[in-house]
C-alpha cells in the first residue's frame, strides 16, 4: 500500500504496534490510498485507488499590490498602526479574494510598518507604509512587504 498526490508516492510503513501515514510530507492537496492486492468489502481485487480528501489551504503569498485605501484619522500628523489597520481591511480583503473568492477575513491577517520613521507618522501628506499579510485558517503563505501610498482626506 502507499498514498500518493498524483504526483509523489509515499510509503506507508507499519510495524506490531500500528500503520504509519506520511501526512508530515504531505503538503496539501487530494491523497490517494493505493491497495495493490487486499480484499475490500468482500472483493477480491488486484488495484484499487481510494480518494483521501484533502484539506487544501490557499497560498496567498504571491500578493504583491493593494489598492489605496481611504484613510481618515483625526489627527493626521500623529497616524498610530492600530488607528491606521481598520482603514487597510477592505483593500486588504479584496486582494486576498482576488487569489481565491472563498477566502474570508478569519483567513487573514496582515500589519502594517512605517517606513523610514518610528510612529506615530505624520500623513498629511503622501506617506509610504508596508503592509505584509500573513494566511491562516483555509489560507496560508506570507506575502512580502507591499509598499502603499497613503495620505489623510
Do not use: R
Not at 475490500?40 to 481510494?50: A, E, F, G, V
Not at 497616524?79 to 481591511?89: G, I, R, S, V
Not at 482576488?98 to 510612529?119: H, P
Request: hydrophobic share 35%.
Amino acid at each position: 500500500m502507499i498514498l500518493s498526490d498524483g504526483k509523489n508516492d509515499y510509503p506507508i510503513q507499519t510495524n506490531s504496534a500500528g500503520i504509519y501515514l506520511p501526512v508530515n510530507e504531505i503538503v496539501s492537496g487530494n491523497i490517494y490510498l493505493h491497495i495493490n492486492a487486499g480484499i475490500i468489502d468482500n472483493q477480491n481485487i488486484n488495484d484499487k485507488k481510494i480518494l483521501i480528501k484533502g484539506n487544501s489551504k490557499i497560498n496567498i503569498s504571491g500578493i504583491n499590490k493593494l489598492d489605496k485605501p481611504t484613510i481618515h484619522i483625526a489627527v493626521p500628523t500623529k497616524a498610530t498602526a492600530e488607528q491606521l489597520k481598520p482603514q487597510f481591511k477592505d483593500v486588504v480583503l479584496k486582494a486576498v479574494k482576488a487569489v481565491n473568492s472563498s477566502l474570508i477575513e478569519s483567513d487573514f491577517d496582515y500589519f502594517i510598518e512605517s517606513k523610514g520613521e518610528d510612529w506615530p507618522i505624520n500623513i498629511t501628506n503622501d506617506k509610504t507604509v508596508a503592509v505584509q499579510i500573513e494566511g491562516k485558517n483555509n489560507a496560508t503563505g506570507q506575502t512580502n512587504p507591499i509598499d502603499v501610498v497613503i495620505k489623510n482626506s
